[in-house]
T-cell receptor, first 112, second 110 residues
Framework: DAEITQSPRHKITETGRQVTLACHQT?????MFWYRQDLGHGLRLIHY???????NKGEVSDGYSVSRSNTEDLPLTLESAASSQTSVYFC???????????FGNGTRLTVT | QKEVEQNSGPLSVPEGAIASLNCTYS??????FFWYRQYSGKSPELIMS??SNGDKEDGRFTAQLNKASQYVSLLIRDSQPSDSATYLC??????????WGAGTKLIIKP
């Protein structure tokens, strides 16, 4: 079965460190998304990609970056982790522009 | 600013009753509509998609879409304790962007 694998599942890091969260999908979907979810804010879009070499900023992109070198992977990098980036991060994919999203299991990130 | 509104709840429903969850959206040109279920500590899971006016049934779940009134609802029949979760409404707008509601917490009381 196709799946979306996020790693690590849990991460604790210190303020100022660079952190990369991995997302690997076997759906062969062109569209990939990164969200963060915090109490009181719901799901907020960080970055998204519609294909290889394509990346776009979402509503909360400051302090984050992504790169898309192949169809399967969209790693999310926190350039200099801040306590405000403590959150649960979800990677998601969709097959077409009008189809629903499929989510990975999430990464819980704590910045101390 | 395009919006999707949901009552945050919690909505408490007795076991065996019908749970009714509602969602309104602001973009009249919205294309497609989704309901996700999210258990605490887990990722959102798609339970229903609806693309045209009317009702769509899948087992105990019925999604209802009324584009003229700009609302979409989810009915859960014969509610079970395992249905206790947060239900997220997502609307794909006229620009194909997915707009999320904040979710309704549903509690099914045995």
């Amino acid at each position: 079965d196709a799946e979306i694998t996020q790693s690590p599942r849990h991460k604790i890091t210190e303020t100022g460190r660079q952190v990369t969260l991995a997302c690997h999908q076997t759906w062969n979907h062109n569209n990939m998304f990164w969200y963060r979810q915090d109490l009181g804010h719901g799901l907020r879009l960080i970055h998204y990609s519609y294909g290889v070499q394509d990346t776009n900023k979402g509503e909360v992109s400051d302090g984050y970056s992504v790169s898309r070198s192949n169809t399967e992977d969209l790693p999310l990098t926190l350039e200099s982790a801040a306590s405000s980036q403590t959150s649960v991060y979800f990677c998601a994919t969709s097959g077409t522009d009008n189809s629903p999203l499929h989510f990975g299991n999430g990464t819980r990130l704590t910045v101390t | 600013q395009k919006e999707v509104e949901q009552n945050s709840g919690p909505l408490s429903v007795p076991e065996g009753a019908i749970a009714s969850l509602n969602c309104t959206y602001s973009d009249r040109g919205s294309q497609s509509f989704f309901w996700y279920r999210q258990y605490s500590g887990k990722s959102p899971e798609l339970i229903m998609s609806i693309y045209s006016n009317g009702d769509k049934e899948d087992g105990r779940f019925t999604a209802q879409l009324n584009k003229a009134s700009q609302y979409v609802s989810l009915l859960i029949r014969d509610s079970q304790p395992s249905d206790s979760a947060t239900y997220l409404c997502a609307v794909r707008d006229s620009n194909y962007q997915l707009i999320w509601g904040a979710g309704t917490k549903l509690i099914i009381k045995p």
